[in-house]
């Protein structure tokens, strides 16, 4: 078998995967020692999980961009802390502790860049419709819903973004069930690995997790839409899942390795378009102080997940919210400890969800090439 067959073969027994921006899928950057995992068939819960809760994607058909809804439809506290050099958010000022109002009735991430922004309009809307929000007086209902975006312009046709008719429809497809994974919502157009430029990157995606702490009652639950810069690794084991693809079709770049050995040290190397987006809730009774501590704790789970992260070409963002129906008391530290538990895990399936889209291969295709070529090879 020659070397063009033993490709072609490779391809059909992978399912044809889309390894377009490389021409050959021999080159694509898998990696014949990619970690196994079991997150693709794993039930990790979700977002709803926590209770009090509506999750609802709306994804652009022509082209991969979307947002993604979270309601609160009885209020909820809200805490947010923004640690990225380039944030786009709407509403994150409302939630300092020292500011007024205490509760929050939606959130919204977005694809479109600060477009996706408009988002938020259609679920004010939405909520104002159903006579929910921050009451004014006996008549007039503001609804308070935050926002942030990743950009994710470069994929398609960057005039075809989410409006306020998308955040609307999120809306009306939200559910307090099962909470679709990947190539949905805001995870649509995402893509991790661009520190050397999108023709080494991969597909991200969004994910969700939830976790009990043990009887107590106690749910902390993630949802992160993951469009980052750096390396996207499992923080088991440290192996790098997702990110910057070698140009030798031989491995990952491994980002941290690169600048160790002076890449972007001394000129820059330019901006991607980045921003990992992430919301932790709880079913646990916390004050807005206290749910800006747990979205701060939240950020270790990107760092253990996302490396680099907190760049200044990503607007890392994570908001905090706390439904407050469990009546036990519980220790905001705690909290935030399993919030960073979940948001890592969140990030993992995020890219382990996706599908690969023309120039973006995903990690499950990566690891059907690899179970292809090894049956080949024998």
Not at 78 to 84: A, E, I, L, N
Not at 183 to 198: I, P, W
Not at 243 to 259: E, H, L, N, S
Not at 295 to 304: N, S, T, V
Request: hydrophobic share 45%; aromatic share 4%; glycine share 14%.
């Amino acid at each position: 078998m020659n070397r063009r067959e033993f490709n072609r073969s490779l391809a059909a027994a992978a399912g044809g995967l889309m390894f377009t921006s490389l021409g050959d899928a021999a080159r694509a950057g898998a990696q014949s020692d990619l970690p196994a995992s079991d997150q693709l068939e794993k039930e990790a819960g979700g977002l709803t999980d926590v209770g009090e809760i509506k999750v609802g994607h709306w994804t652009e058909k022509r082209r991969p961009t979307g947002c993604t809804v979270v309601l609160c439809e009885r209020g909820a506290v809200c805490g947010v802390d923004v640690r990225g050099g380039a944030p786009g958010t709407r509403e994150t000022d409302l939630l300092r502790p020292i500011n007024t109002v205490q509760q929050v009735y939606g959130i919204v991430l977005s694809g479109g860049s600060a477009y996706g922004l408009d988002t938020a309009s259609g679920v004010m809307r939405y909520l104002e419709e159903k006579g929910i929000g921050y009451k004014v007086g006996p008549v007039i209902t503001v609804p308070i819903v935050p926002a942030a975006i990743l950009i994710d312009l470069a994929i398609g046709d960057w005039k075809i973004r989410p409006t306020a008719e998308s955040g609307y429809q999120a809306c009306q497809a939200a559910t307090s069930g099962k909470i679709a994974e990947g190539n949905v919502g805001a995870g649509a157009g995402a893509t991790v690995g661009k520190m050397f430029g999108a023709e080494f990157a991969m597909k991200g995606g969004l994910g969700t997790a939830s976790v009990g702490a043990g009887k107590t009652g106690l749910t902390v639950a993630a949802l992160v839409a993951v469009n980052a810069l750096g390396d996207v690794r499992d923080p088991k084991t440290g192996a790098i899942i997702a990110g910057a693809r070698a140009a030798d079709g031989k491995g990952f770049r491994d980002a941290m390795a690169q600048i160790r050995a002076g890449y972007g040290v001394l000129a820059s190397q330019g901006a991607p378009m980045n921003t990992t987006l992430g919301i932790v809730a709880t079913n646990a009774r916390l004050t807005k102080d206290q749910a800006t501590k747990v979205a701060q704790m939240a950020h270790d789970g990107y760092a253990r997940a996302i490396n680099p992260t907190h760049t200044p070409a990503d607007g890392d963002t994570i908001f905090a919210l706390a439904t407050g129906a469990l009546a036990a008391r519980v220790e905001e530290g705690a909290v935030g400890a399993l919030a960073a538990d979940v948001i890592a895990e969140a990030i993992v399936r995020a890219v382990m969800q996706a599908e690969s889209i023309p120039g973006y291969p995903a990690y499950r295709d990566v690891k059907k090439y690899i179970a292809a070529r090894s049956k080949i090879l024998g």
